[in-house]
């Protein structure tokens, strides 16, 4: 059965760094765009950053713009989320997903808590 497994996640102060990674198994999805989204605590959940199939196009909200990067090791099957200066704000449960996401493949997400 094919899944997503994100991992990395965890409790961090205002203006830390984390790298999240999200592993696919049971199939390949090198051929896909993929992306990361977020779902903070009664909010709904919003897409974070996306990235090409190759690696070499990369998008992102605006409210992570020039703080987080995402990026891609197809080798390893393998999606990247460097996420620096991090806020209070961005305390949710970080998803990863093809791009645009597929309801199949929807994980149980790492927690990111950010502490002031």
């Known amino acids: 059965q094919a899944r997503l497994v994100e991992s990395g996640g965890g409790l961090v102060q205002a203006g830390g760094s984390l790298r999240l990674s999200c592993a696919a198994s049971g199939r390949t999805f090198r051929l896909y765009a993929m992306g990361w989204f977020r779902q903070a605590p009664g909010k709904e959940r919003e897409f974070v950053a996306g990235?090409?199939?190759?690696?070499?196009?990369?998008y992102y909200s605006d409210p992570v713009k020039g703080r987080f990067t995402i990026s891609r090791d197809n080798a390893k099957d393998t999606v990247y989320l460097q996420m620096n200066s991090l806020k209070p704000e961005d305390t949710a449960v970080y998803y990863c997903?093809?791009?645009?996401?597929?309801?199949?493949?929807w994980g149980q997400g790492t927690q990111v808590t950010v502490s002031s």
């Open positions: 997903n093809t791009n645009p996401p597929d309801a199949n493949y």
């Open positions: 990235i090409n199939r190759s690696g070499t196009s990369t």
